[in-house]
């Protein structure tokens, strides 16, 4: 059985053409390619590549300017992660720039006086945030792998903030949804709303009205762009310390926040070894702790790995049932046993072994769903969000950049910098508030994820690079999703990989989610009824759920160029190709 698959997947990734007959089709290539959330931020991307930089340029230029036409995810005042596969060098690695939780953050910090998880302050207040990464570790990657100067991959965003750029329906549609919250803020209000000032009147005095941007208007961020210069010119100085570290601390230090100029001049984002995995001969590298991301899919990679899904054919009872006993296995150590590797020994190389997925496997019953009772946990069922944002990179030198990057909730917690023209995360939330208590992803948590002065909270992101056989670069995938990027990434996978569908299809494919708590099998739409009525005989309780990540991916091809897919699932996104 497992030499059957073995086979299919060489057959799969020899020979793309075989492909072509499938309903959708990536965007092809004949040089590099870059796909990300926003339409003129993968524009950016590409036209950077076709001015000579490399694939960590592109990724650079693509995620400064998604902080700005993305206003929702892509950020300067979030954090994430990284997974390069340096091309000429033929290695990999991984960046650390999630944030971290202030000096004087403590483990109780979102407990009111009766004990419980006050949630708006762990989501919505300045305590909610964490010490922003994203700057220092974009610049990091830049420094360290870039071919062209900081100003050349800055000055698009810079453009794009100060010229300002059309709004598109999307965001129209995203800012009216977060009003009620980004106008409680005066800073946001200001940047993301259009105040008209009314003549003034005869015997009156002046009016101002506030309303939605237009489908088609442009969006000008003049205080952002000024950040950008800053950057630009500084470099990570420009944001850690001076003007805007000042401003940063004051608006804490006024609102009840923690954050001070020590934290920032204090943040680093290392560069740490990736995950490895194996599945079917392939190699797998992906993000380690403090992301969940890594670990969480090379245990479930290894779960499934000796199962005939193939056979039992995509999105099939059978397939799902196995997928999702798998995901709950996972999830339960992800939660207890997963945290901050600079503060704690994490037991990677156990937990991503062969020898243990074999140990956990006969958990996995073929013909029955095993309660999540039986194996440990509680906790509510989280709401989708639209937030955080996965792009993906491949140049022409065989490299390929996995970067995911986040505010958490879309708009972070809603607070802007006055002056600094950006919107901090709410990432203090991914800690565990109250162990056995759920996070807003429905997570429920373990000590080893607690607030701790200058942690970093446990993450879901999985940017991921998959090798062919012979050991090339092959696959670059990820995802936004909260608890659900790990799934949404596993599925785009065994897509790709067994079940033969080319990476429009293995994107497009509707998926499942299970996290071991709530005890419920999350479908998209697609799964048909009578498949449905297998998976309830067998125990699950399902939940029709909105559409679930978005895994903007992108391939090498064999004899040169590549193929991008933009999920879907959110229309603003784009593949751009650096050359058709
Ligand atoms: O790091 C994490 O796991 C979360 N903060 C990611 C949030 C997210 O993906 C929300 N997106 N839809």
């Known amino acids: 059985m497992a030499v059957s698959a073995a086979l299919l997947c060489l057959a799969v990734l020899a020979n793309p053409l075989q492909e072509q007959g499938q309903r959708v089709q990536p965007v092809a290539s004949s040089a590099g390619m870059v796909v990300s959330q926003e339409a003129l931020a993968s524009g950016v991307g590409a036209a950077i590549l076709r001015r000579g930089g490399n694939a960590i340029d592109a990724a650079v230029a693509t995620a400064f300017a998604l902080g700005v036409t993305l206003p929702q ?27 971290r939780a202030p000096r004087r953050a403590t483990a109780q910090m979102f407990l009111n006086g009766a004990g419980d998880v006050d949630r708006a302050k762990a989501t919505r207040s300045l305590l909610s945030t964490a010490v922003p990464g994203s700057v220092a570790g974009l610049l990091a990657a830049q420094e360290r792998f870039g071919r062209l100067s900081r100003q050349e991959v800055l000055t698009p965003a810079i453009e794009l903030a100060e010229r300002g750029f059309p709004v598109y329906p999307e965001l ?7 009003a009620p919250q980004l106008q409680s803020d005066p800073t946001a209000k200001r940047l993301f709303f259009r105040i008209d000032s009314a003549p003034v009147t005869p015997g009156g005095r002046g009016s101002t009205g506030v309303r939605f941007y237009r489908v088609g208007e ?20 420009g944001f850690y310390r001076g003007r805007l570290a000042q401003q940063l601390e004051a608006l804490m230090a006024k609102g009840g926040g923690l954050i001070d100029r020590k934290d920032l001049a204090a943040y680093t984002a290392p560069w740490v070894e990736p995950v490895r995995g194996s599945f079917r001969g392939l190699t797998v590298l992906s993000m380690p702790p403090p992301s969940s991301g890594g670990v969480t899919l090379v245990q479930l990679l290894n779960l499934l790995e000796p199962f005939d899904l193939a056979l039992a054919g995509l999105n099939s009872a059978s397939t799902i049932h196995t997928m999702v006993e798998a995901m709950n296995l996972a999830y339960r150590d992800r939660n207890s046993e997963l945290g901050d590797p600079d503060q704690m020994t994490i037991p990677v190389e156990r937990l991503t072994s062969k020898a243990y997925a074999e140990s956990l496997r006969p958990l996995i019953r073929s013909d029955r769903h095993t309660p999540s009772a039986q194996l440990a946990g509680l906790a509510p069922l989280p709401s989708n969000s639209t937030n955080t944002t996965h792009l993906s990179v491949a140049d022409r030198q065989g490299s390929l950049v996995a970067l995911t990057t986040t505010l958490n909730f879309a708009y972070g917690n809603g607070i802007a910098v006055p002056g600094a023209g950006f919107l901090l995360n709410n990432e203090m939330d991914d ?10 992803y429905g997570l429920v948590q373990g ?27 092959w696959l670059a995938t990820g995802s936004p999703g909260g608890s659900r990027i790990i799934t949404t990434v596993l599925q785009v996978l065994l897509n790709r990989i067994l079940h033969g569908l080319n990476l429009a299809s293995a994107v497009l494919a509707p998926r499942v989610h299970s996290q071991l708590w709530p005890d419920q099998l999350s479908l998209e739409e697609g799964i048909s009824p009578d498949t449905q009525r297998l998976l309830e005989a067998r125990g699950h309780q399902l939940l029709r759920t909105a559409a679930m990540g978005s895994a903007n991916s992108v391939e090498l091809l064999p004899a040169g160029g590549s193929l991008g897919v933009a999920d879907p699932r959110r229309p603003e996104g784009a593949a751009v190709p650096e050359r058709p």
């Open 73 to 99: 995810a892509g950020n300067l005042g979030g954090g994430g992660f990284l997974l390069f596969w340096h091309g000429p060098q033929r290695r990999a690695y991984a960046l650390n720039f999630r944030e």
């Open 172 to 178: 129209a549609a995203s800012l009216r949804q977060a």
């Open 218 to 237: 442009i969006l000008r961020q003049p205080q952002l762009g000024a950040t950008l210069r800053l950057i630009s010119h500084q470099g990570a100085a």
């Open 431 to 440: 800690f565990t508030a109250k162990p056995g208590v759920a996070n807003a």
């Open 447 to 473: 000590e080893r994820n607690a607030i701790a002065p200058g942690r970093r909270p446990l993450s879901s992101m999985a940017p991921t690079l998959v090798l062919n056989a012979e050991g090339s670069p």
